[in-house]
């Protein structure tokens, strides 16, 4: 079964190319079932890129999404088309009522801030709280999961001496998990952050699993069962050239930036690089999906009671 989209989303057409089942909205409403409802609150600068990149994963699942694009209500993208902005997303103050079934929280380029001082940190507590009565399982990914784990269980990110940048080898901590099945025991994650979640912090917690982990670059993907939500701190959604272009853009801007680590054939940016983390990608989502379908009310409106 395909995923929903608007005929006229950019991303349509992308997947569409790509062999992605993609259906219209006036499509879908001709079948008798109940598709699930995914909401995507995208934080990320580059809105068209990084809606492709979710879309691309969990449309490729035997079930019907559909998915909804959301933004913060008072925080206007400067890098995004304002029409775009205005024909496809809704400010999160029209969909509190609604119910879904899942909702990601992107990641942010405002690692370096406070979470007290991001300008739209009050309404994004608001919609934490409004995911454990409106929404059956939330998928945090890099900061959002960082503002998860912090809202919900104190847990402060820290700043790295340097960002850690590339692709690093993590390790299945947990092979019976639902979340890993089909995972190998260890795999390959993009990495692109300065900060860190660190593992001793995550235990003291209490109520957390730590699914994946890296001996370079720290915990990965953590379980939250109390709150029906997974943090993940990496990028399994990045495309074949996310990293390249995030190199790219800092050497011309003069930024300092090492080369990605195991990312282009022998740590050569001249050479095009590999995806290493493409099928555990599709995993890891497909598997969320897929716990979702099976644990979700069919009656959408009996989410959170």
């Not at 913060?72 to 995004?80: D, I, K, L, P, V």
Request: hydrophobic share 35%.
């Amino acid at each position: 079964m395909p995923i929903t989209l608007p005929a006229t989303l950019p991303a349509f057409d992308v997947l569409n190319d790509e062999g992605v089942m993609v259906m219209s909205r006036s499509d879908a409403a001709r079948q008798d079932i109940r598709p699930l409802r995914i909401g995507l609150l995208n934080l990320m600068p580059k809105k068209i890129q990084t809606e492709t990149q979710f879309a691309r994963l969990i449309g490729a699942t035997p079930l019907q999404i559909e998915l909804s694009l959301i933004r913060m209500s008072e925080h206007y993208s400067r890098n995004t088309a304002a029409a775009h902005m205005e024909e496809f997303y809704r400010p999160f103050r029209e969909v509190r009522d609604e119910k879904f079934d899942g909702l990601i929280i992107t990641g942010a380029p405002i690692e370096h801030l406070p979470f007290e001082e991001v300008t739209y940190w009050d309404e994004l507590k608001e919609v934490m709280d409004w995911t454990q009565s409106h929404v059956h399982s939330t998928f945090g990914v890099c900061w959002g999961g960082m503002a998860m784990m912090y809202y919900f269980h104190d847990i402060p990110k820290h700043m790295l001496p340097a960002k850690a940048f590339g692709c690093f080898r993590h390790r299945n901590l947990a092979k019976s998990s639902v979340y890993l099945r089909g995972f190998s025991d260890d795999c390959v994650i993009p990495v692109s952050r300065w900060t860190e979640m660190r593992q001793p912090e995550i235990d003291a917690a209490g109520g957390l699993k730590t699914l994946l982990g890296s001996d370079d670059t720290g915990p990965c993907l953590v379980e939250d069962p109390d709150h029906r939500a997974i943090y993940i701190f990496n990028h399994f959604e990045y495309d074949d050239e996310t990293l390249k272009q995030e190199y790219d853009r800092d050497i011309e801007n003069g930024t300092p930036i090492n080369v990605p680590t195991n990312y282009y054939p022998g740590d050569d940016p001249s050479q095009p690089p590999q995806n290493r983390w493409r099928s555990h990608a599709h995993l890891l989502y497909g598997n969320w999906i897929n716990m979702i379908y099976q644990s979700t009310p069919y009656d959408i409106a009996k989410i959170g009671t």
